[in-house]
């Protein structure tokens, strides 16, 4: 089985959808997420520099359209319909949810952009952040994280846990890491997947509330704790509660693993799950779509197994 996953926040760079807003369609349909998300998303995905892309309002959104703008190009050639499952990382999930059909793109990307706010707004509210911690035991890293008093918020596998809290806490453990570890601070403005990210917890849900959904037309893998969800309002819902709950992106590699998966896909901005992959699965062929020209290696890829 060939599976699709979606980035979360991070994986954009300045300029990154050029290239994809010479496909046919896809300026028009950039435009209509564009106007549910209440974010110019063609003018942050060519022009934008890094700084005003990483503003968490406009990364999560951007991310997103990203995303579908991938899966269009893969639907266009019906290769989507080939693979036979999804998964998306922290945000990435919207795009998952969009991919699988529980969700219509409209509504993913204006989600997200409620999302992205309301994260920016609570995270405005303290002076937290995230940093990487690589490598290390992971019981006496978590340990090492209660003593000050952060959070693990990405349990990504592969030796890397992203962790989160109050920026002072963050400097004293990167002062004192853990042995064997590294720890790397992150260009994030905030304490994400953890109880700092409450506020926006209540926005999403909210917003959500009138959503229309859908059952799943592929098989579906929750941040929560791996597992395949078959039920579009119970995604739904995971989606919202995801905001202040931990990532557990290893154990989603973990399904994928027991799921005889054979072939990993990355959407654009891609790069960082296949990374992942190659260290926790691995032998298992992955294909990073970063630009229009990778489509190609995705289709050979799906129509190859």
């Known amino acids: 089985m060939i599976i699709v996953v979606a980035p979360g926040q991070g994986s954009q760079t300045p300029g990154f959808l ?14 209509s997420l564009s106007e549910a998300a209440g974010v110019d998303l063609s003018t942050h995905g060519t022009v934008s520099d890094a700084d005003t892309i990483r503003d968490t309002a406009i990364a999560q959104p951007l991310i997103v359209a990203a995303g579908i703008l991938t899966l269009d ?17 922290s945000v990435g999930e ?65 030796g890397q846990l992203v962790v989160a809290g109050p920026i002072a806490s963050l400097a004293a453990l990167s002062e004192n890491a853990p042995a064997g570890s590294r720890v790397i601070p992150l260009q994030v ?19 959500a509330a009138d959503v229309n959904t859908n059952a799943p037309t592929k098989t579906l893998w929750t941040n929560r704790d791996g597992s395949v969800v078959t039920d579009g309002q119970v995604f739904r819902d995971l989606l919202v509660g995801q905001v202040s709950s931990p990532v557990r ?20 901005p891609a790069g960082a799950l296949v990374g992942l992959a190659k260290r926790a699965l691995k032998g298992v062929p992955t294909v990073a779509i970063k630009t229009p020209d990778d489509l190609s290696a995705a289709r050979e890829l799906i129509d190859s197994l």
């Open 18 to 31: 050029a290239p994809w807003l010479e496909l046919p369609g896809a300026t028009e349909l950039l435009g």
């Open 189 to 207: 403005a905030g304490a994400f997947h953890t109880s700092y990210m409450g506020s926006a917890v209540e926005t999403l849900r909210s917003a």
């Open 94 to 158: 919207f795009t998952a949810a969009a991919g699988a059909g529980v969700l219509e793109a409209s509504d993913a990307v204006r989600l997200v952009g409620i999302r992205g706010r309301a994260m920016a707004e609570a995270a405005a509210l303290e002076a937290t952040g995230m940093s990487a911690v690589i490598g290390g035991d992971e019981t006496e890293v978590l340990a090492a994280l209660e003593a000050h008093g952060l959070f693990p918020a990405n349990y990504n596998g592969g």
């Open 249 to 268: 992106w290893d154990k989603c590699m973990q399904s994928f693993e027991a799921a005889g998966v054979t072939g990993i896909i990355e959407l654009a």
């Open 73 to 89: 190009a893969l639907a266009e050639s019906d290769h989507l319909a080939k693979t036979g499952g999804i998964a998306g990382h």
